[in-house]
């Protein structure tokens, strides 16, 4: 099922940039990315809600806390820089560099989490290097 939900992902990521190149015209990559976050908060909460899930944030620990709010750091520093790119650059352009997350992804799990690193991961992030750096020219 991991399959289906990562291909989805592409596809609405896709659709992400899509929209938010077409969006972002005339205003500030800033007032995209809070109009983004804002629409983004409602529906995370929106599925929570009606998911029955509002008893789980008793079991969140401060372990839990810290790291979630570090990747929300993170995620807000990522649509605020992804943004800032869109406003002057292409989208084919600035999406295939934004897809570098996976090499990035790929080498800190590698390195913090002691994921494995194979022939066939480091290939697949080479050959995700070379088609971004081919794709920017």
Same mark, same amino acid.
């Given at each position: 099922? /991991?399959?289906?939900?990562?291909?989805?992902?592409?596809?609405?990521?896709?659709?992400?940039?899509?929209?938010?190149?077409?969006?972002? #015209?005339?205003?500030?990559?800033?007032?995209?990315?809070?109009? #983004?976050?804002?629409?983004?908060?409602?529906?995370? /909460?929106?599925?929570?809600?009606?998911? &029955?899930?509002?008893?789980?944030? #008793?079991?969140?620990? #401060?372990?839990?806390?810290?790291?979630?709010?570090?990747? &929300?750091?993170?995620?807000?520093?990522? /649509?605020?820089?992804?943004?800032?790119?869109?406003?002057?650059?292409?989208?084919?352009?600035?999406?295939?560099?934004?897809?570098?997350?996976?090499?990035?992804?790929?080498?800190?799990?590698?390195?913090?989490?002691?994921?494995?690193?194979?022939?066939?991961?480091?290939?697949?992030?080479?050959?995700?290097?070379? &088609?971004?750096?081919?794709?920017?020219?």
């Amino acid at each position: 099922m /991991w399959k289906l939900y990562a291909i989805l992902a592409a596809v609405f990521a896709a659709l992400t940039a899509i929209s938010a190149k077409v969006g972002v #015209r005339g205003v500030s990559g800033n007032v995209a990315t809070a109009v #983004r976050t804002c629409v983004v908060l409602l529906l995370a /909460w929106g599925i929570v809600i009606f998911g &029955g899930q509002m008893k789980e944030l #008793r079991e969140l620990s #401060r372990f839990n806390v810290i790291f979630l709010l570090l990747s &929300g750091v993170a995620t807000g520093l990522s /649509w605020i820089f992804y943004f800032k790119a869109l406003e002057t650059g292409d989208v084919s352009r600035v999406a295939p560099i934004d897809k570098l997350s996976v090499v990035f992804v790929m080498i800190i799990a590698f390195v913090f989490l002691g994921e494995p690193m194979t022939l066939k991961s480091a290939a697949g992030g080479l050959l995700i290097t070379i &088609g971004a750096v081919l794709l920017t020219l």
